[in-house]
């Protein structure tokens, strides 16, 4: 495909792609938190588990978004490399090469 490029993606599996690099927004990483961590107890008070981090540990919820976003760069890189477009919106149409 001619412009099957990192450039020319818009969204992959959800998250915005701006300028060729994944950019998962706070609230994004916090729910996909929540989606797999189980709620946590804190002096009797619970809390859900990307909310408790981002308050507890600031620089540990950031550190873990940054890898989170860097795993998902990777997955990216290697779908448009393997020619798997499926999770994949485009910003122009995909054209074939001529």
Known sequence: MKNA????????????????QVDI???EYIEMLNEI??????CGMTYSAGTALEAVDP??????LGDYESEIQSELEDAIENEDYSDID???ELEDEE
């Open 5 to 20: 490029t990192i450039e020319n993606v818009n969204k992959f599996r959800g998250f915005d792609v701006v300028n060729g």
């Open 25 to 27: 927004s706070t609230d």
């Open 90 to 92: 485009w910003i122009e």
């Open 37 to 42: 961590c189980e709620e946590v107890t804190i």
């Open 59 to 64: 620089v540990a919820f950031r550190c873990s």
